[in-house]
């Protein structure tokens, strides 16, 4: 079946400090999203990138598109505590009607 | 604000019970989706639904899960005979190769 792994599984980090996330899907995407689920909260779209080696940034963001549409990153910039949750990737397979989801990772931030 | 609206928040069932979890959109949409999410872990697709037919499932929708839009409005997914691995956040959400948009869930909590 389809893989999408990202590391880490948990970051903690001190207020301020930049994260960084990594996804890998086991094969080519059409294109890839990212979510933040907070605590006891739903999944949340926070960006889709359709072009390979394509990079967005909002605000203290910045998305990336591999090359090879087979991986992604997130980074944030100078953590807030706000930025407490845990980020995935997705990406859809088949006929776009099935999406799978990264292993997330879980960011802590301490004030 | 969520742009679909699940039914109940939280249902507890005993083991070897039936239950049915419900999702009104907003808006009028095509596209539907389930997913579960055990407690911790990621966000797993279950099917996805367009048109009043399924149009994808993943390999853990078997013949325990359905779904249907009986009345045209609501969008159901049953499980049948419930068992107590089914204990989790059912989410529903709209969207095709797009963003998708989560409901907040129904806690399903199997005894």
């Known amino acids: 079946g389809q893989q999408v792994m990202q590391i880490p599984q948990y970051q903690h980090v001190q207020e301020g400090e930049d994260f960084t996330t990594y996804c890998n899907s086991s094969?080519?995407?059409?294109?890839i999203q990212w979510y933040k689920q907070r605590p006891g909260g739903h999944p949340v779209f926070l960006i889709q990138?359709?072009?390979?080696?394509e990079v967005k940034k909002q605000k203290r963001l910045t998305f990336q598109f591999g090359e090879a549409k087979k991986n992604s990153s997130l980074h944030i910039t100078a953590t807030q505590t706000t930025d407490v949750g845990t980020y995935f990737c997705?990406?859809?397979?088949?006929?776009?009607?099935?999406?799978?989801f990264g292993s997330g990772t879980k960011l802590n931030v301490k004030p | 604000e969520p742009e679909v609206t699940q039914t109940p928040s939280h249902q507890v069932t005993q083991m070897g019970q039936e239950v049915i979890l419900r999702c009104v959109p907003i808006?009028?949409?095509?596209?539907f989706y389930w997913y579960r999410q055990i407690l911790g872990q990621k966000v797993e697709f279950l099917v996805s639904?367009?048109?009043?037919?399924?149009?994808?499932k993943s390999e853990i929708f078997d013949d325990q899960f359905s779904v249907e839009r009986p009345d045209g409005s609501n969008f159901t997914l049953k499980i049948r005979s419930t068992k107590l691995e089914d204990s989790a956040m059912y989410f529903c959400?709209?969207?095709?190769?797009?963003?998708?948009?989560f409901g907040d869930g129904t806690r399903l909590s199997i005894l």
């Open positions: 639904f367009y048109n009043n037919e399924i149009s994808e």
């Open positions: 990138l359709v072009k390979s080696g």
């Open positions: 959400a709209r969207g095709s190769n797009q963003p998708q948009h």
């Open positions: 808006s009028n949409h095509l596209y």
């Open positions: 094969t080519t995407l059409s294109n």
């Open positions: 997705a990406g859809p397979y088949g006929n776009f009607n099935k999406f799978y």
